[in-house]
Structures are given as structure tokens and as C-alpha cells.
């Protein structure tokens, strides 16, 4: 069997790479004012609350198509209760601040439980559009309003397979 992938079409391949990364950045450079207001906007949200509790990851976002930029934010918070402490105050943050409440997620297994809370702000005349998440992870304590409960045991079946081959 001949390889149909030859050294030209790699490098061609990483070309393309180079031109998307150029034409990324260049939509970054372009937007590069509002980025700026759009950080002092969410260092001044963030600067509201212990940066000790808040776990922040950022990273901006460019839409080579549409040629427009955007960023996009993770915050999270180890918390052990959904209606008193850091999670209501970073949410109420964010609604003073015009994010909109978009939905939330739980997840639970057997190691971990989580509330995620997703928001969405326009983009402005002055700022990127943020699409921001805050992770709310619960944590075990004697004082915790929320908790981790089993609610039941699944069971699946689960087809199993081998491979069997004729004797000739």
C-alpha cells in the first residue's frame, strides 16, 4: 500500500496552520481596544471577591469567518451552599454588570459533584461579547446547605464482543 500523504501536502498543511494563526491574531490586533476594556471590565467584577476563592481562566476568542472577537471566561468556586456565600455573590456580580443567565448544568458522579452556571454579555461599541461559566463545586461540610446524595443504582447491559476467525 503506497502512502497517499506526501512531505509537499504536510507542509502545505502547516502553511494553512500558519495563515489561521495570522489571520487569528490579526483579528485580535484589531480588536485589541475593547479587548483591553473588556479585562478591566472583569478585573473590576473580579476585584470584588478574595482571589484566593476564585479559580479564573481566560482566553480570547476570534472568529476568522465572521471576523469578529469575543472572550471567553471560567470561574471557579469550591462552595457549600448554592444560596449563601461566593456563589450567589458572583453571580449577583454579574447580573449588576448586565450578564445574562443563560442556563445551568449539575453533575454528579461518585467522586465529585457540580453546578455549572453559564452567561452570555454582548458584544458593545466598547467591549468583546464574554461568554463567561462559573463552576460552583460542591464541597462536604457539617454547615453545607447542598449536598451529594445516591439516589439509586443503574445497572446496564452491555453487549461484549470477539473476534473469531475459521480454521481453513
Known amino acids: 500500500m503506497k502512502l497517499a500523504t506526501t512531505s509537499k501536502s504536510l507542509l502545505e498543511n502547516s502553511a494553512s496552520d ?3 494563526a495570522k489571520t487569528r491574531h490579526a483579528i485580535l490586533r484589531a480588536n485589541q ?3 483591553t476594556n473588556t479585562l478591566t471590565l472583569m478585573n473590576r467584577i ?3 471577591f478574595d482571589g484566593d476563592k476564585l479559580g479564573v481562566s481566560l482566553w480570547p476568542l476570534a472568529d476568522t469567518y465572521a471576523k469578529s472577537a469575543s472572550l471567553r471566561v471560567s470561574i ?3 462552595a457549600t451552599s448554592m444560596k449563601i456565600g461566593i456563589v450567589p455573590d458572583v453571580l449577583e456580580a454579574l447580573c449588576d454588570y448586565e450578564f445574562d443567565a443563560k442556563k445551568t448544568t449539575d453533575y454528579a458522579d461518585g467522586s465529585q459533584a457540580e453546578r455549572a452556571f ?3 454579555r454582548p458584544a458593545t461599541d466598547f467591549h468583546l461579547r464574554i461568554v463567561l461559566e462559573v ?3 460542591l464541597q462536604d461540610a457539617e454547615d453545607a446547605t447542598c ?5 439509586g443504582v443503574k445497572t446496564l447491559e452491555v453487549p461484549q464482543y470477539a473476534l473469531v476467525c475459521d480454521e481453513a
Open 76 to 78: 471557579t468556586v469550591s
Open 118 to 120: 453559564l452567561f452570555d
Open 135 to 137: 463552576a460552583a463545586k
Open 147 to 151: 449536598r451529594k446524595i445516591q439516589t
Open 18 to 20: 500558519v495563515e489561521w
Open 46 to 48: 473580579l476585584d470584588r
Open 33 to 35: 481596544r475593547k479587548l
